[in-house]
């Protein structure tokens, strides 16, 4: 393996063995194999992949195409079938948070166990205990049994120690940054810093905004094999293109999970955390409100986002995504790349106003969806959805979504 290349996989794949009752495990073994009583299942099957020193890999897939079996591969909590797989460096897994804590054992004590399970040793982990526990914030807890705690102090531990370990390769299966409010901006943070410092990065999402953003290949698993393995731009598009076919809708916008088309970072994903939106509304012509009419290419609108951030925090970013009545994407606007279109004062409160001249969209019922994200449009704090409808008519009787710009020739 070349010593740029940190995992590689050739024909890797792994089978379960599905029974019908438990007698027929008994059968199996008491025939050793001379009969079958079981029906095969391959989670994963076929997959040939190298991932090189500082890449960040995206995966997308249907849940059950084996995203997160080949995720458990590659960290060695699941051993192979059939297949090699060869991993080079020490592997750092946000998947189960928390799986190996002893319930009755401490805070302190749940730290020393897991974080020698993720391979440190008995002085790195005195090194960095302290540090551990001032980042997971819960130091009031930490000699109390961590079966006392709640889900969220049991997560910010578990995420405080599998951070900790100064990983090669760090695995992130579903969520960028985990629990909320101020912690879920911290595992934010000490993510992108792991990337920024060339780690590794294999990153499971639904979100193909985020995978878009954030990866420079993806790998896109269907029912167990590899689909298509390109750049991030080229297998999300295809992916969101594959989904919307087979449910007979058109494609979803850049930004959507694809599974459920909301626009831009997913909603399943943005609970309000450091900051919130306070208020959306609208203006074409004289009409303000959330309820407006407009008039295809005759209209302006202009659409305001009030909302309210903790002032320690870089100035967030803004999102807008524009459906139909069908559901379907038609667009989504951020207002990263415009840092003077995001107004913010000294006590947090801030606002921003998009504008849409001369209104492109054709006759029909439309929804707007606000987000409030973070300086990089990865990290949602805050969403409204379907905030505000529009409703447009139009002259003349073209038909679609869109008015494309365009011009007739004169004939010669």
Known sequence: MSSDIVISATGLAKRYELYDCPSDRLKQMLWRGQRKFFREFWAIRGIDIEV????????????????STLLQLIC???????????????????????????????GRENIYLNASILGMSAAEIDACCE?????????????????????????????????????????????????????????????????????????????????DVLCQRALWLEHGQARMLDSAARVTAAYNTALAVESGAAAPAAGTSGEAASGVPDAAMAPPSSGRIVAVHGQCGDTCG??????????????????????????????????????ITVSSVFSIGHADAVVVDARGRGHATVVFPRLPLMKGEYRFSAFLVCELGLHPYDLATQCLTLEVSQDGAAQGIVELPHEWRTAA
């Open 131 to 211: 540090e551990i526990i001032d980042f997971s914030g819960i130091r009031d807890f930490i000699d109390q049994p961590v079966k006392t705690y709640s889900s969220g102090m049991y997560v910010r531990l578990a995420f405080s120690i599998a951070i900790s370990v100064d990983p090669d390769i760090l695995v992130v299966d579903e969520a960028l940054s985990v629990g909320d409010g101020e912690f879920a901006r911290k595992s934010f943070d000490r993510i992108i810093a792991l990337k920024d410092a060339g780690k590794t990065i294999l990153f499971c999402s639904h979100s193909t905004y985020q995978v």
């Open 76 to 106: 060695g909590t699941l051993a192979p079938t059939a297949g090699t797989l060869r991993v080079n460096g020490r592997i750092a897994p946000l998947l189960e948070l928390g799986a190996g804590f002893n319930p009755d054992f401490s």
């Open 290 to 327: 959330t309820h407006l009419q407009a008039k295809s290419l005759a209209s302006t609108l202009a659409v305001t986002v009030d909302f309210m951030i903790d002032p320690s925090l870089p100035q967030p970013s803004v999102a807008f995504g524009i459906e139909n009545a069908a559901g």
């Open 52 to 67: 090189r020193q500082g890449e960040v890999l995206g995966i997308v897939g249907r849940n059950g195409a084996g995203k």
